[in-house]
């Protein structure tokens, strides 16, 4: 009786050893097909090679909805394998493998050109696809990220947020749905560039713009295509049609650089202690608001363009990068000093001077600054 247990136990862990045996070939395999360099594929566990190969069927799946053009067409019929004789030409595949090079250096240049990277969103919150420079921004690799949720390393304060841009409604099907808002997202990058661990993560402000995909197929995927920034002020690059300034928690100028006066006419005396919502043209009050609300919850913000009115009549379109500047550690001696300092926003002018004729406002009229 005894033999025969131990032979059923033998039997029992040589199968055993069988099913991890060809479960590790299985998952060799399914790591070999994915697009990643060997290097990479290297140190993947099995969950990982699971969570990236389901994030590039999806990504596949949503390249593979989309309608194709006449020259995407065209270029299909030039690479397509030509038989002649009954034999495959290899020139076809030594130019198809040259276009695929080419088509890569490509898109790397437009990588290296784009101050910040490539993320695609599905409705549910899965990272499905970023592109491989997030880890210059992130200090996290293409590979820790996808098929995670976007949930799992953003904000708690700014998911409702999230939800909201992720959730379509019937008439964004028909109509182009554009998406641009400010998130914070943990980063493994320290001050000095160097990647830390995830735990000691520190929170980025992202500025997140583009449009939702709606697939109305039931085997396609809606997802949001979106380009992601990060927002610290040190990034952005000064020109003659830029000016910056200084405002209280309640956006009253404290500061302004001279050359507003070139740009819109006031001088900057005129400004110190007046309301940035009194230069700004009524109906774009909202886009002053949303940028508001985000310096107050996220320190960082980017407010979309607006219309700035001008000293004399009319308004320029400006867009303004914004953040808080934390004021020193709090002491013993300074009651109060982990209050932020101020915000300090920099201002793009956009175009020119529109409608140089018309006032909109009281603020506008000459002689108000000649009492």
Not at 177 to 194: C, E, P, Q
Not at 201 to 223: E, F
Request: charged share 25%.
């Amino acid at each position: 009786m005894t033999a025969d247990k131990e032979k059923r136990r033998a039997i029992s862990r040589e199968a055993a050893r069988r099913r991890r045996r060809v479960e590790s070939e299985v998952f060799g395999d399914l790591s070999r097909l994915l697009p990643l360099q060997p290097s990479v594929r290297a140190h993947l566990d099995k969950p990982s090679v699971i969570r990236l190969t389901l994030s590039y069927i999806r990504t596949h799946t949503i390249l593979k909805g989309r309608t194709g053009t006449k020259t995407e067409a065209g270029h299909a019929a030039k690479y397509a394998p030509v038989k002649e004789g009954g034999e495959d030409r290899p020139e076809c595949d030594e130019e198809k493998e040259a276009e695929e090079v080419e088509a890569l250096e490509e898109s790397d240049m437009y990588l290296r050109i784009l101050e910040g990277f490539l993320m695609v969103l599905s409705t549910e919150g899965d990272m499905i696809y970023l592109s491989d420079n997030v880890s210059k921004y992130m200090g996290l690799t293409q590979t820790e990220l996808m098929g995670h949720n976007i949930f799992e390393f953003t904000h708690p304060c700014d998911h409702e947020e999230i939800r909201s841009n992720l959730r379509l409604t019937a008439e964004e099907v028909w109509r182009g749905a554009k998406r641009d808002f400010v998130m914070r997202i943990k980063s493994a990058l320290t001050n000095r560039g160097r990647s830390a661990n995830l735990k000691s993560a520190t929170w980025k402000v992202l500025h997140c713009q583009g449009r939702a995909k709606v697939c109305i197929s039931p085997s396609s995927v809606s997802c949001l295509l979106l380009t992601c920034q990060p927002l610290p002020l040190s990034h952005t690059l000064l020109s003659t049609h830029t000016f910056t300034s200084q405002h209280s928690m309640d956006m009253r100028f404290t500061y302004c650089d001279p050359r507003v006066t070139s740009l819109l006419g006031y001088g900057p005396e005129e400004l110190l202690g007046r309301s940035i919502y009194d230069l700004c043209h009524t109906l774009d009050t909202s886009c002053l608001n949303k940028n508001h609300m985000n310096l107050c919850l996220k320190t960082q913000s980017v407010s979309g363009q607006y219309r700035m009115l001008v000293k004399g009549g009319g308004y320029v379109w400006v867009e303004s990068h914004s953040a808080v500047i934390p004021s020193v550690r709090p002491s013993k001696s300074r009651t109060g000093a982990h209050q932020p300092l101020c915000i300090l926003c920099v201002t793009y002018v956009l175009s020119g001077v529109e409608q140089p004729s018309l006032q909109l406002s009281l603020d506008q009229t000459v002689h108000r600054y000649f009492r």
